[in-house]
């Protein structure tokens, strides 16, 4: 069974920092690119970045360019974001979410059960 | 970017009903399209990949057309676990999804 498990989510201050994880298992997770998606409180879904399979390619929205990583530890099945100069807009509760990536695109096959960040002073 | 729109953003329906979503892309995506469903306080779930491929294990009274700029998603009966919010998402470019749209009991 595919099972996605996020952590480090809390309160944090404005300008702070903050680092997610994203424990994987039930699949081959050096496999398969994977994703951040985010849920602003009662808002809707933002994609935030992914990752190839081997870390050879990181792709990021704009909001978060050069203040975002995404990064993974396939020994350890492990995804993460760490979120540096953090703002109030990036409140949300974080979903990481296994890809699948073939004919019609790539398509967010699994999720986690998401970890709330809030920003806040 | 892609901006995605969805139409209605909210509908009451009845159990049984045939509910039809629209979703349009701001350009061409050709079938980079997909559907989720999300449950309130759950994480959201795939329904609809590539535009009309039902995910493996989802009720196939859900079902996704179009290409292009249009697509559409339709629930042929609507049951009671169907209430929720249904999200459409290219992946074209880089990812975005449309606003949603409610579905709640009439």
Redesign the interface.
Known sequence: EVQLVESGGGLVQPGGSLRLSCAASGFSFSTYWMSWVRQAPGKGLEWVANIKYDGSEKHYVDSVKGRFTISRDNAKNSLYLQMNSLRGEDTAVYYCARERVGVGGSSLQYWGQGTLVTVSS | ?IQMTQSPSSLSASVGDRVTITCRASQSI?????W?Q?RPGK????LI???S?L?SGVPSRFSGSGSGTDFTLTISSLQPEDFATY?C????S???????TKVDIK
């Open positions: 970017d050709s079938n980079y399209l997909n989720y999300q994480a959201p779930a795939i990949y590539a535009a491929s995910r999200y998402q290219q992946s074209y880089t990812p975005t999804f449309g606003p949603g």
